[in-house]
């Protein structure tokens, strides 16, 4: 619909507060990020000479050599590769993308509403979204932008179509849109499978005289012209790639898989859009970006900002609301334009569904987001229809007005927070590198760096979740090894990874070798494969952990503690020679415990605990004390106060037996309960066998926990018996304690494992 209005200052408040907004949101600190993770790993740079190969060389395909997103090959390599020292540039460009599509979206609503308002309403919302941060902010997602740029244009040339002749020259006119159509999978897949929703954008938009076969017909061939780009990129994907590979037939989802796949994507998009993982990133963004704000120049955007939307609000005030909506079929439209966006939801979330363990960061919400804000569109449209006379005055247009300003300025101060979290991210790679290349500046040939433990964290605000919402370096294998690479000037050393959310990576240890799991290790050419594991000899290894501040310490010894009781130390060669030859000293390296994650002979998990009333413990599940490095182990927590006195006591039974035996079990203060309880005080654990107090009496104490970071085992002897023996464990307070009895922590005590020793 045109606008006939004569031209006012007034008018220029909009486009000044959008331009405000998104300066704001994506580069409110000056577009200096930095580098983030997979952006180490688009590099086809030399680590020795510091200089990529000569443009005729130029192999963008080393990584994924079949038909897998090549433009986004192409792109991220050709960037990473030639302009690789211009992160300022590059973050420009990325939040340039970002500001097309929602430009792009603008266009399509406004085609379809005919109103600015509702069209900049739904965008400024879009834009300030920090639900899908990736995108706005990272380099390795901007094709998610551009693809979904593409989409949204060819939304727009849809939408206009729809309301052309319905001739039958008017079909030639999907010969450019088909391009479009392809273009877009070559970025990126999830807005490819939208196109599925077209049909629904043709009848929100078509003329409404328009016969119904018409209708149809046109809504459903134009879909399905454009819809067969989509399938012969999925059917060129899944003949070019290897078994195994992204984008092959092996990772997909099997029929059988269905119902298990369907409550794994449910489970986590309710996290990721309105349940715990939606609340920690927006408190958690919110505290810093208001931080940021208030403490730094930053405060000029805030100024600015608001100075802009009270002009919005100003001149929602004082001019007459004139856009003319067609009654009836308006509302029907709206319901046509919601069922368009519901449906590019639901198929945006098919690509990442239909792979097999894929689960849904923040750059995978960012088409389904998308689907959602036109969902609020056609609300808006719908209710202005409804609500029209009352939209004519002053006082509902500003109210209006003023609280999507309001959403969209909290959205630009989270967005604000999550650059924070991006740049501290990166500056805290840059010096785990210098520090571990500082420690071991001359390794020997084919040595491979294993980071044990991760404790430094871009963010302290005590969630966790957000605490590491970037990757660190160490934390992906194939980000690893580059950056140290390249600060050694070596091609010829590696770095393994370290999940900081999973069980250490090292297992079965001997003292000549040690099992990492193959998800933490890169390609090297000395290991032998074992099942899902690598075997790796320990005169290649060079341990380490990074420490709170981001310095690095090699690991000198390492005690692997078995479920038995047992441990066993190693000292790692490279690590010992160092500290023989005077170049790294005591100061620079650590003393690690790990669990030694092997199978002992004659273990058996111990069942049948019952609680203080004789109710049967059915509440225990795996549990990560630390996660740096402890493994999860089946526990249930204690507390002497709680429920009663219930969990204050819990009791097994254990069968007669003709030899003496061992129960294993272990106990720890969880670094979650630490955090939510800052005031709680010690908890001491009391064994009894038979009714007999036994010399196993821990305290467990915030302070010893914080500092070894790890469960504590202890050992109870069972001497053999041909009667029942009865085992009980009781969280109490300290004995030496006064007054703190009112506030014991909670803890976590495994569910233990009984060990009959072989016969001799």
């Not at 914080?706 to 018996?721: A, D, N, Y």
């Not at 009865?726 to 109490?732: D, F, G, P, V």
């Amino acid at each position: 619909m045109a606008d006939t209005r004569p031209f006012s200052v007034s008018r220029l408040a909009y486009p000044a507060f959008a331009i405000v907004l998104w300066l704001f949101t994506t580069l409110g600190l000056g577009g200096q990020l930095g580098r983030s993770t997979d952006d180490w790993s688009f590099s086809l740079i030399d680590p020795v000479t510091g200089k990529p190969p000569p443009l005729a060389e130029f192999d963008p395909w080393s990584d994924k050599p079949y038909f897998w997103r090549p433009a986004h090959q192409v792109f991220l390599f050709f960037v990473r590769s030639y302009l690789d020292g211009y992160d300022r540039g590059i973050h420009i460009f990325v939040a340039a993308m970002h500001g097309l599509a929602c430009l792009l979206l603008y266009r399509l609503v406004r085609s379809v509403t005919g109103s600015r308002g509702i069209a900049a309403s739904t965008s400024l919302l879009f834009l300030a979204c920090p639900l899908h941060h990736e995108v706005s902010l990272w380099l390795c997602t901007t094709s998610t932008a551009i693809g979904t740029a593409l989409f949204l244009w060819l939304g727009i040339a849809t939408a206009r179509w729809s309301r052309g002749p319905a001739s039958l020259r008017s079909w030639r006119e999907l010969a450019p849109m088909s391009v479009i159509a392809a273009a877009i999978p070559f970025f990126y897949e999830q807005p490819g499978a939208a196109i599925g929703a077209l049909p629904l954008l043709y009848l929100a938009a078509c003329p409404t005289d328009q016969p119904v076969r018409t209708r149809l017909a046109r809504a459903l061939g134009s879909t399905f012209i454009l819809g067969l780009t989509q399938i012969a990129f999925v059917c060129l994907m899944l003949a070019t790639a290897g078994k195994g590979e992204r984008g092959s037939a092996g990772r997909m989802v099997t029929p059988a898989d269905l119902a298990a796949r369907a409550g794994q994507v449910w489970h986590m998009l309710n996290d990721m859009l309105w349940g715990d993982g939606a609340r920690i990133a927006l408190t958690g963004s919110v505290q810093i970006g208001w931080r940021v704000a208030t403490t730094s120049v930053a405060w000029v955007w805030l100024a600015a900002l608001s100075l802009a939307a009270v002009a919005c609000v100003i001149a929602a005030a004082a001019r007459p609301h004139r856009e003319v909506a067609e009654p009836s079929p308006t509302r029907s439209r709206a319901v046509w334009l919601a069922l368009f966006g519901g449906l590019i939801s639901v198929l945006a979330i098919l690509p990442v569904a239909a792979v097999r363990g894929q689960t849904f960061p923040p750059r995978t919400l960012y088409v389904p987001i998308l689907g959602l804000s036109l969902v609020i569109a056609a609300v808006f449209w719908f209710a202005s229809s409804v609500l029209r006379p009352l939209w004519q005055a002053s006082l509902p247009r500003c109210l209006g007005a003023a609280v999507v300003l309001v959403l969209t300025a909290a959205g630009g101060i989270c967005m604000l927070g999550m650059q924070r979290v991006y740049q501290r991210s990166s500056s805290l790679d840059a010096r785990m590198v210098a520090s571990l290349a500082a420690l071991a500046p001359s390794p020997p040939p084919g040595a491979l760096f294993v980071p044990l433990s991760l404790n430094a964290r871009a963010a302290r605000t005590g969630m966790p979740r957000f605490d590491r919402l970037r990757p660190g370096v160490f934390e992906t294998y194939w980000s690893a090894g580059p950056p140290l690479q390249r600060t050694l000037l070596r091609s010829d050393i590696f770095v393994s990874s370290r999940n900081p959310w999973a069980p250490n990576e090292l297992s079965n240890p001997t003292p000549q070798q040690v099992r990492i799991a193959q998800r933490a290790m890169p390609d090297v050419p000395f290991t032998t494969r074992e099942g899902s594991n690598i075997l790796v000899p320990w005169d290649r290894i060079i341990p380490f952990t990074i420490e709170p501040d981001g310095d690095a310490r090699l690991v000198n010894l390492l005690t692997f503690e078995g479920e038995d009781g047992s441990s066993l130390d190693v000292r790692p060669p490279i690590v010992t020679r160092m500290l023989e030859q005077g170049s790294i000293t005591r100061r620079d390296t650590v003393h690690l415990n790990l669990d030694r994650a092997a199978p002992v002979p004659g273990l058996a998990p111990l069942t049948g605990w019952k609680w203080a009333d004789g109710t049967e413990v059915l509440d225990a599940s795996p549990i990560v004390a630390w996660r740096e490095s402890t493994p999860p182990r089946p526990a249930s927590w204690l507390h002497p106060t709680a429920d009663g006195g219930r969990r204050a006591t819990r009791t097994v039974a254990l069968p007669p037996g003709t030899v003496p035996r061992r129960v294993v079990l272990h106990a720890a203060l969880t670094e979650h309960d630490l955090r939510r309880l800052p005031n709680a005080h010690a908890v001491e654990l009391g064994i009894e066998l038979n009714g007999v107090a036994q010399p196993h009496t821990l305290v467990l104490e915030r302070r010893d926990f914080r500092t070894s970071r790890r469960w504590k085992m202890f050992v109870v002897e069972v001497p053999s018996s041909d009667r029942p023996s009865t085992l009980s464990i009781h969280a109490r307070s300290p004995a030496q304690s006064t007054g703190q009895d009112r506030n014991p922590l909670p803890c976590w005590v495994s569910m233990g494992n009984i060990l009959t020793p072989p016969p001799p």
